[in-house]
């Protein structure tokens, strides 16, 4: 008997391919094989920043799914550039009401919002992500699937799937406290698809203040950690040049993301110049030259699965300065390998996971507070790593074993006939 056909959607796919994202669309495609006919419609962009496309379009098979790959809109920057400035005031008014704790109410009486409509969607139309190709194959094929999965509402292939199949939509909107997610046109997407499945609850209760009572279905689904081969430390160590002692970010070395992290961490090193701790940055690099020169800051860009969780494995401590989570892959990673962690406490879903873990993570606020969760983790005796390290990996198999994910998956694909 054929399997049914499922497509999961994300901007972009691939084992090159650095993002949390894409990385987490890739791990559900892959284990949704062995009981469904997986697709991935994705682009052809290979860089985040550029957008433009780079990698053929057409079917790829990947560990057993079918990738499709879809040409993106060429990019108008001028025309974004103004339809972004004309749909502004909707996601700003949106915001201003959540942060005065009124939007959720508002949402319960104006579900969907359609204050600068247009304007929004011009703007999804000329975002660096749109495909015009990819929006008309689901219009016109999507009786061929028994469900669509897009990861990430924030992007325009998320928009159009929803908007052209909501009744078979399981959205995974991986959504935090950001402008994007303030748009007025998102209420139709949050209102109209036929389930929701978010990773963390401090996300979904994010999402219920601003989307209200009228939002869909929805519940946790989340995401599960691999756990790939290694590579050799020894080899490793060489190749990046690797110290010792390190505090770890693995992730795009994008400002998005690094928040104030190198401003914090040369204080710490100038406050106290005995420790030997260095900050060593994996990841693609998002900008045109190093954003920050220091003996003691380590840059390897791209590596690959194997190599990452070696490094992992050997960091004494790692970190995550986001303020802007859904979930993080990487502390559930750390974890899973029983590493102490630090984590920007301005973003709630990790101030969550720290709390759940019974702080086999810690959080800060602001710089001195940084330097002293820091200056702890790093001059304690090995104990309270140790510690931490093992509530980290008990939390982890508790919460984000596979087993469990995907059991929550499959029980709201099936719910589809």
Same mark, same amino acid.
């Given at each position: 008997?054929?399997? &049914?056909? @499922?497509?999961? /959607?994300?901007? !972009?796919?691939? #084992?090159?391919?650095?993002?949390?994202? %894409?990385? *987490?669309?890739?791990?559900?495609?892959?284990?949704?094989?062995?009981?469904?006919?997986?697709?991935?419609?994705?682009?052809?962009?290979?860089?985040?920043?550029?957008?433009?496309?780079?990698?053929?379009?057409?079917? &790829?098979? @990947?560990?057993? /799914?079918?990738? !499709?790959?879809? #040409?993106?809109?060429?990019?108008?920057? %001028?025309? *974004?550039?103004?339809?972004?400035?004309?749909?502004?005031?909707?996601?700003?008014?949106?915001?201003?009401?959540?942060?005065?704790?009124?939007?959720?109410?508002?949402?319960?009486?104006?579900?969907?919002?359609?204050?600068?409509?247009?304007?929004?969607?011009?703007?999804?139309?000329?975002?660096?992500?749109?495909?015009?190709?990819?929006?008309?194959?689901?219009?016109?094929?999507?009786?061929?699937?028994?469900?669509?999965?897009?990861?990430?509402?924030?992007?325009?292939?998320?928009?159009?799937?929803?908007?052209?199949?909501?009744?078979?939509?399981?959205?995974?909107?991986?959504?935090?406290?950001?402008?994007?997610?303030?748009?007025?046109?998102?209420?139709?997407?949050?209102?109209?698809?036929?389930?929701?499945?978010?990773?963390?609850?401090?996300?979904?209760?994010?999402?219920?203040?601003?989307?209200?009572?009228?939002?869909?279905?929805?519940?946790?689904?989340?995401?599960?950690?691999?756990?790939?081969?290694?590579?050799?430390?020894?080899?490793?160590?060489?190749?990046?040049?690797?110290?010792?002692?390190?505090?770890?970010?693995?992730?795009?070395?994008?400002?998005?993301?690094?928040?104030?992290?190198?401003?914090?961490?040369?204080?710490?090193?100038?406050?106290?110049?005995?420790?030997?701790?260095?900050?060593?940055?994996?990841?693609?690099?998002?900008?045109?030259?190093?954003?920050?020169?220091?003996?003691?800051?380590?840059?390897?860009?791209?590596?690959?699965?194997?190599?990452?969780?070696?490094?992992?494995?050997?960091?004494?401590?790692?970190?995550?300065?986001?303020?802007?989570?859904?979930?993080?892959?990487?502390?559930?990673?750390?974890?899973?390998?029983?590493?102490?962690?630090?984590?920007?406490?301005?973003?709630?879903?990790?101030?969550?996971?720290?709390?759940?873990?019974?702080?086999?993570?810690?959080?800060?606020?602001?710089?001195?507070?940084?330097?002293?969760?820091?200056?702890?983790?790093?001059?304690?005796?090995?104990?309270?790593?140790?510690?931490?390290?093992?509530?980290?990996?008990?939390?982890?198999?508790?919460?984000?074993?596979?087993?469990?994910?995907?059991?929550?998956?499959?029980?709201?694909?099936?719910?589809?006939?």
């Amino acid at each position: 008997m054929a399997k &049914e056909k @499922i497509a999961l /959607v994300t901007i !972009r796919y691939g #084992k090159d391919i650095n993002g949390g994202a %894409e990385y *987490h669309c890739r791990m559900l495609a892959e284990r949704l094989v062995s009981d469904y006919d997986v697709e991935v419609f994705t682009t052809c962009v290979r860089n985040y920043n550029t957008g433009v496309n780079e990698l053929p379009e057409g079917g &790829e098979m @990947i560990n057993g /799914v079918l990738v !499709r790959r879809f #040409k993106v809109a060429p990019i108008n920057k %001028e025309r *974004h550039k103004l339809y972004s400035k004309e749909e502004k005031p909707a996601r700003k008014w949106r915001r201003f009401l959540f942060r005065m704790g009124v939007l959720r109410c508002l949402a319960g009486i104006y579900p969907v919002w359609k204050y600068k409509h247009e304007e929004e969607l011009k703007a999804f139309l000329s975002y660096p992500f749109y495909s015009p190709d990819m929006r008309e194959f689901v219009r016109n094929n999507k009786g061929k699937y028994k469900v669509f999965i897009p990861v990430n509402m924030a992007e325009p292939t998320t928009f159009f799937t929803a908007m052209e199949a909501p009744e078979k939509t399981i959205l995974i909107p991986t959504m935090h406290n950001q402008g994007i997610f303030f748009k007025a046109i998102q209420t139709e997407v949050m209102t109209k698809v036929a389930y929701i499945g978010f990773n963390v609850e401090a996300e979904l209760r994010l999402a219920e203040k601003v989307f209200g009572k009228h939002m869909s279905p929805h519940g946790i689904v989340s995401v599960g950690i691999e756990e790939p081969e290694l590579a050799s430390w020894t080899e490793t160590q060489k190749k990046y040049k690797l110290p010792e002692e390190y505090l770890l970010y693995i992730g795009r070395v994008d400002p998005n993301k690094m928040g104030r992290i190198f401003d914090y961490f040369v204080s710490y090193k100038k406050k106290y110049s005995q420790s030997s701790l260095q900050l060593v940055l994996v990841g693609g690099i998002n900008f045109n030259q190093l954003p920050f020169e220091h003996q003691d800051i380590i840059y390897t860009g791209f590596v690959s699965d194997e190599e990452k969780m070696t490094i992992l494995q050997h960091a004494k401590i790692v970190i995550n300065p986001s303020k802007f989570e859904s979930l993080s892959l990487i502390l559930l990673e750390a974890m899973s390998q029983g590493k102490p962690m630090i984590v920007n406490g301005e973003c709630d879903v990790l101030k969550e996971h720290c709390v759940k873990s019974n702080y086999a993570a810690l959080y800060y606020t602001g710089k001195s507070n940084f330097i002293s969760k820091l200056y702890l983790l790093d001059t304690s005796p090995e104990e309270l790593r140790t510690q931490m390290g093992e509530r980290g990996k008990k939390y982890v198999a508790e919460f984000y074993s596979w087993p469990v994910v995907m059991n929550r998956l499959k029980v709201c694909i099936e719910k589809f006939n």
